[in-house]
């Protein structure tokens, strides 16, 4: 039995393995044909447009402040009411946002990270919004490095929802106790204070306590998380736009993470779970590779940030989501498109910022004395809006969901025991076996 989806092939390909699958996704299908018809009725009711919005927003926290917001539009829109639902963890999410495009009951707006950008548009799934932001007066109002992140082949097709970037938080306590007077500058800086920040008490060699988390799995945070230190080390992974994972940089960056390891002074997240904070929160490690929009902002512990530490070069990576208008129909488009509007303003932004500590796009918001009260009282932040002037994206292209795939499983295999150099490889052949030349 061979199901059949004509340019939708590539993208099933990893979620669609067995018999028993195909059959579920039959029946998912069905349910969503019937869920569309559903839709298209009740969303007439009383001239009122409903529409859905998809996120994945953590922590619960920044959650709430979203649902806030979206309550505000709400109350100020009554002809347009936005549900906002959370939609798992963004890694979890790609093979349902496929299915529901096909089973044709897409979220209205889908709040994503941009580097899947490529696979939406070969799927024929958001609109392009450049048009529409060209006539926009809040258009001059967003950060211009930001634009990179939204552009494919000529077109628009999403708008920056947040921005951020990747440093190290620290507990200053642990590093006065462990007689650390600097925070590492260099990676072997970062190494020396990993081992300090390590301490056996009982002698088991099972440490109480660990310099730093690494995050484990082979998901897309792992692979964010890396990137910093790829292109420190002046890697890249894509080559004349082809992947290149054998990269020296690559190899070298994988190699300093399993290092780390063989020290004894990092501990591995729970599997697919590095973003949790609970070992950082409870001094079990003194170091944890995140950004600002993290819980421990919140926290009651001591902390501090640094800079991710150099190896050839400064280098950190933008951590933003992107809002995409799916293609429905247009008058339900055009009520998107008003949500997004709303999202970009200075006073969204403002709200949003302080509520969660991502970097508000807009640059009113950035300048407002809100937002510049907040950075006093927080002063960490100084340290993300400092790293923004070498802060890289990772590739936005159509591909970056399977190259991200063999990324993430040689990450994964070099931090269980396989050598960084026969990961890498494997990840190259299985990458080459899949890739789209054209």
Not at 69 to 78: G, I
Not at 106 to 123: K, M, N
Not at 422 to 437: C, G, M, P, T, Y
């Amino acid at each position: 039995m061979k199901l059949k989806f004509g340019k939708f092939n590539n993208f099933f390909y990893p979620f669609i393995t067995s018999r028993w699958q195909i059959s579920l996704l039959g029946i998912f299908l069905s349910i969503c044909l019937l869920l569309s018809s559903c839709q298209s009725t009740t969303n007439k009711d009383n001239g009122v447009i409903h529409l859905t919005l998809w996120q994945g927003i953590n922590p619960p926290v920044n959650r709430d402040v979203f649902q806030k917001l979206v309550d505000k539009f709400n109350q100020t829109h009554p002809n347009i009411q936005v549900e906002s639902i959370y939609a798992g963890q963004l890694d979890q999410q790609l093979p349902k946002i496929l299915t529901a495009f096909v089973g044709n009951v897409p979220p209205d707006i889908l709040a994503f990270y941009p580097q899947v950008t490529g696979q939406f548009v070969e799927l024929g799934a958001v609109k392009p919004l450049e048009d529409w932001l060209e006539k926009l007066p809040i258009k001059s109002e967003i950060i211009p490095n930001l634009f990179d992140e939204l552009k494919l082949d000529g077109h628009i097709w999403s708008v920056p929802f947040y921005t951020g970037n990747l440093g190290i938080f620290y507990r200053p306590k642990l590093f006065q106790a462990a007689g650390i007077t600097q925070t590492p500058k260099t990676w072997e800086e970062l190494r020396q204070a990993a081992k300090k920040l390590t301490i056996d008490r009982n002698g088991d060699h099972r440490p109480e306590q660990y310099g730093m988390l690494l995050p484990l799995g082979k998901g897309e945070w792992t692979v964010f998380c890396w990137f910093p230190f790829l292109f420190s080390a002046g890697g890249e992974v894509i080559t004349n736009n082809q992947p290149n994972l054998v990269d020296k940089g690559a190899l070298a960056a994988l190699q300093f993470w399993q290092d780390l390891l063989k020290d004894g002074s990092a501990k591995l997240s729970a599997p697919e779970r590095g973003y949790e904070e609970d070992d950082f929160v409870k001094g079990r490690v003194a170091m944890q590779i995140t950004g600002p929009w993290t819980y421990i902002m919140k926290s009651d512990v001591d902390f501090d940030v640094f800079p991710i530490p150099a190896d050839i070069e400064q280098a950190t990576v933008t951590g933003g989501g992107n809002m995409y208008v799916m293609k429905t129909t247009p008058e339900r488009e055009l009520a998107a498109l008003k949500f997004l509007e709303y999202m970009l303003s200075a006073e969204f932004q403002t709200e949003w910022s302080v509520g969660t500590g991502f970097l508000p796009v807009n640059i009113k918001a950035a300048q407002s004395d809100a937002f510049g009260e907040f950075i006093n009282q927080k002063p960490v932040l100084k340290v993300f809006l400092e790293q923004m002037s070498h802060a890289r994206a990772r590739p936005v292209i159509a591909g970056y969901s399977r190259l991200s795939d063999s990324l993430g499983r040689a990450i994964e295999a070099t931090l269980l025991g396989e050598s960084a150099e026969k990961a890498l490889k494997k990840a190259q052949e299985r990458v080459d076996l899949i890739w789209d030349s054209k």
